[in-house]
């Protein structure tokens, strides 16, 4: 049957000249080349570049054959060991019932603004599939712009500012920290001051903390603290725990938004129905921590503070703004010192520098543009993750001070990573 004739004009407006995903098509386009044999250094993807934990890895294995639909909202173990993560983590105690688990964070965001009726109130710059999700569903979009004066960070001052426009609007705000794409986190006061506005406005609060445990000093701090009744916890597995492909994500609510956690079930329900069930089983593991995991986390940090520091400082003394990173494994570039030098090479906004970067050096960032930044600013996010992170945590695993990360580790264990900073300086200054 010939379909060549078949009407295309069925296709939801909503996703009519949407593009995929930039971080998923730099990562296509940077392996394609490689295969091509081009030099690239990928710092385009925000994957964890350490392994998954060996006593995870075994517990997925132990369960390779679990076959059988789970629950829609999670396996009960499961449910459990995340309701007992929080309370050891964060010092907040929620009921197994309060925990729903997905195929990814991702999966559960956009189910949330499917079921729940209001805007998306985000920061500029956000991680790039907030806004698209809140699109394809047909829901308003509301940027704050933030300021690199504050880390490029939300504050209370401006979330007050736009909710006074229309006093008890239904919103959902998501706070995504340590933030990708900037590398930086919010003080305890800063937290207390948005959860006061929250809560006088009855917000929701989606707490995307998928980088919580990356907090380099590992001391990150949870806004449900100090707003519990109006706050979604958002984690998972994929960057903690480096299995990003496992595809498993988890919301956690606070009793009184039992309706919205039921809600978003039944819609699961008849979408992905279950999550994977081995991959559920060897979840149990991770978030249960102990001394293994806990070492496995420590060197992590130690690692990304110290390689992010280092670049962060590299880049600074060539003339590219840049927050020293507090967490996760970002960097969010600003080339404004440039912007008279660059303009002469006809560059005169963050897709045509992050363009002409590639073809240039085979160093893959992406374009500020996509974090909801002005086209005309010329930002950019680097992702410091391109180095062999299984060679890498086999040394830190035997050692034991975090001084021993030194220049000398990160030129044996992240050379991908420093040649690409070298070669952006040179760029630039050229």
Same mark, same amino acid.
């Given at each position: 049957m010939n379909n060549s004739n078949l009407p295309d004009v069925n296709l939801n407006l909503n996703v009519r000249g949407l593009p995929q995903s930039a971080t998923l098509v730099i990562n296509e386009k940077s392996d394609e080349l490689r295969r091509q044999g081009r030099m690239v250094c990928k710092l385009g993807l925000g994957q964890s570049p350490f392994p998954v934990p060996n006593s995870v890895v075994e517990e997925l294995k132990i369960n390779a054959h679990q076959k059988n639909y789970l629950p829609v909202k999670g396996l009960r173990k499961l449910q459990d060991v995340v309701a007992e993560y929080?309370?050891?983590?964060?010092?907040?105690?929620? =009921?197994?019932?309060?925990?729903?688990?997905?195929?990814?964070?991702?999966?559960?965001?956009?189910?949330?603004?499917?079921?729940?009726?209001?805007?998306?109130?985000?920061?500029?710059?956000?991680?790039?599939? !907030?806004?698209?999700?809140?699109?394809?569903?047909?829901?308003?979009?509301?940027?704050?712009?933030? =300021?690199?004066?504050?880390?490029?960070?939300?504050?209370?001052?401006?979330?007050?500012?736009?909710?006074?426009?229309? !006093?008890?609007?239904?919103?959902?705000?998501?706070?995504?920290?340590?933030?990708?794409?900037?590398?930086?986190?919010?003080?305890?006061?800063?937290?207390?001051?948005?959860?006061?506005?929250?809560?006088?406005?009855?917000?929701?609060?989606l707490s995307d903390e998928i980088y919580g445990e990356l907090h380099h000093k590992g001391k990150h701090i949870s806004i449900a603290k100090y707003y519990n009744e109006g706050t979604i916890i958002s984690s998972g597995l994929s960057k903690w725990c480096g299995a990003g492909g496992w595809r498993?994500?988890?919301?956690?609510?606070?009793?009184?938004?039992?309706?919205?956690?039921?809600?978003?079930?039944?819609?699961?329900?008849?979408? $992905?129905?279950?999550?994977?069930?081995?991959?559920?089983?060897?979840?149990?593991?991770? $978030?249960?921590?102990?001394?293994?995991?806990?070492?496995?986390?420590?060197? =992590?940090?130690?690692?990304?503070?110290?390689?992010?520091?280092?670049?962060?400082?590299?880049?600074?003394?060539?003339?590219?703004?840049?927050?020293?990173?507090?967490?996760?494994?970002?960097?969010?570039?600003? $080339?404004?010192? $440039?912007?008279?030098?660059?303009?002469?090479?006809?560059?005169?906004?963050?897709?045509?520098?992050c363009s002409r970067l590639f073809e240039e050096t085979g160093v893959a960032i992406l374009p500020g543009k996509v974090f909801g930044m002005k086209l005309e600013e010329l930002t950019a996010r680097l992702a410091y993750v391109d180095f062999d992170g299984v060679a890498a945590m086999e040394a830190a695993l035997k050692i034991n001070s975090k001084n021993k990360i030194d220049d000398a580790f990160l030129q044996n264990y992240c050379p991908n990573v420093l040649t690409a900073i070298s070669l952006i300086r040179n760029w630039v200054n050229n």
């Open positions: 929080h309370c050891r983590k964060d010092g907040i105690c929620y =009921s197994p019932d309060d925990v729903l688990v997905g195929p990814g964070s991702k999966e559960l965001m956009f189910l949330l603004q499917y079921v729940y009726y209001g805007d998306l109130v985000i920061q500029t710059p956000s991680w790039v599939s !907030y806004s698209p999700q809140a699109q394809i569903i047909g829901r308003q979009v509301r940027w704050l712009c933030t =300021s690199k004066n504050n880390n490029w960070l939300l504050t209370s001052e401006e979330l007050e500012a736009h909710c006074k426009i229309d !006093y008890l609007k239904p919103r959902i705000v998501i706070l995504n920290y340590p933030s990708n794409p900037v590398g930086v986190t919010y003080t305890e006061d800063q937290l207390k001051k948005i959860a006061e506005v929250a809560r006088r406005h009855k917000l929701i609060i498993l994500g988890t919301f956690t609510f606070p009793e009184s938004l039992r309706w919205l956690l039921d809600a978003i079930a039944v819609m699961a329900s008849e979408t $992905f129905t279950s999550t994977s069930a081995p991959i559920q089983y060897a979840a149990v593991r991770a $978030f249960q921590g102990g001394d293994d995991i806990e070492n496995y986390l420590w060197r =992590s940090r130690w690692i990304l503070d110290k390689l992010g520091n280092k670049i962060a400082e590299q880049l600074q003394e060539a003339g590219i703004d840049t927050p020293k990173p507090e967490g996760a494994f970002y960097l969010f570039l600003d $080339f404004c010192n $440039f912007k008279k030098k660059l303009k002469k090479k006809n560059i005169v906004d963050s897709t045509t520098l």
